[in-house]
């Protein structure tokens, strides 16, 4: 019976696949009228967007940002909106949207560049204002996916912070304090649509674990990718819903094993160590070839700055709600992040 019922859920993905595949083709002239689901990537003179699965480039003023709705014409070539005009935008008025952009504002306002573009994307997965030479150094040592797939970077803060807290307690307290932490941060970062997937998969996954039940993680997972593929379909080609699925799989599968093996590495460096190269193992090659290029050293370089990560996010939101409010008791507390983007801005550097 549960063969069944798993070939039904395969069946109709495949089949809400097939029904909401678009139906232009090369050379049509169509009109995009959606909301912008992702967060637009600003270059000096441009901004790119995928709208209903094409790539848009439009010029780089007016700004369009996550939540906008917009309406846009051009020409089909190739997956891409050739020629794009926009004809209509309607900027965000949700709260959550509202909140999201005051934090970034609040980062970019009190810290310097690379610094606020970094805290801004591990704690929101925001890549709007991220550089361009911090960009490439970024892709050239592999830790591009720590500021742009923020749903791969919720699986790798909560296996960080399980590892992390069951030094001192108990590994069901520890998931349990890991699952609070992905939802306040899915909270905080205005509940993103790669956050919100990386949030549930990493739950139940976590949770599966943590009651010594795998089979169940594994169901769980899958069940939830499924689901959500019924309710998105263009999620199956989203680099964040890959990753986060991909990333989660990985630590499931290979994070254990690793740290067996690695048994003679000192604990406080092997949780990190096993952590990062457990989710790269799965996610190395979707990185290639999303970016173009790997570096054979990139879990050693994960390793070294993925420590960073967790009280990088901690003190973010913290000095963001905080900020929020009181700026300067806000900017106080933000200041305590600078060594640490500090030390992640130079091992990036330096292997880059």
Do not use: C
Not at 115 to 142: C, Y
Not at 289 to 302: A, H, R, W
């Amino acid at each position: 019976m549960r063969y069944i019922i798993w070939f039904l859920l395969v069946l109709l993905v495949l089949l809400r696949q097939i029904s909401n595949r678009p139906v232009y083709s090369d050379g049509d002239r169509i009109r995009v009228t959606t909301r912008v689901t992702n967060e637009p990537i600003k270059y000096e003179y441009s901004q790119r967007l995928i709208l209903s699965g094409l790539k848009v480039y439009l010029p780089r003023f007016p700004e369009i940002s996550y939540g906008d709705k917009v309406v846009v014409e051009g020409s089909v070539l190739s997956r891409e909106l050739k020629n794009p005009v926009l004809v209509f935008q309607d900027k965000g008025t949700g709260l959550l949207f509202k909140f999201r952009k005051k934090l970034i504002d609040f980062y970019q306002e009190s810290l310097p560049e690379p610094h606020a573009s970094l805290v801004a994307g591990v704690t929101l997965g925001s890549k709007q204002s991220i550089p361009a030479d911090f960009w490439e150094a970024l892709k050239t040592t592999g830790t591009a996916h720590v500021v742009v797939a923020s749903g791969m970077n919720v699986t790798l803060v909560a296996g960080f912070l399980v590892n992390f807290l069951i030094i001192f307690m108990s590994r069901r307290r520890a998931v349990l304090l890991a699952l609070v932490g992905i939802w306040i941060y899915a909270l905080v970062s205005g509940f993103d649509a790669p956050i919100v997937r990386a949030a549930i998969m990493g739950s139940i996954g976590f949770t599966g674990i943590a009651l010594g039940r795998v089979n169940d993680a594994w169901r769980g997972l899958f069940l939830s990718a499924l689901g959500m593929l019924i309710v998105k379909t263009e999620w199956l080609s989203d680099l964040g819903f890959i990753l986060s699925f991909v990333a989660t799989a990985s630590l499931m599968l290979f994070e254990g094993k690793i740290e067996k093996k690695l048994n003679f590495i000192p604990k406080v460096l092997r949780v990190d160590f096993s952590t990062s190269l457990a989710a790269q193992i799965g996610v190395a090659p979707i990185l290639w070839i999303s970016f173009g290029q790997f570096n054979v050293l990139s879990p050693i370089i994960n390793a070294l700055v993925l420590w960073t990560i967790a009280p990088i996010t901690i003190i973010g939101m913290i000095s963001g709600f905080v900020g929020i409010y009181v700026p300067l008791i806000g900017r106080l507390i933000l200041f305590v992040v600078y060594p640490l983007t500090a030390w992640f801005i130079g091992v990036v550097g330096l292997f880059s």
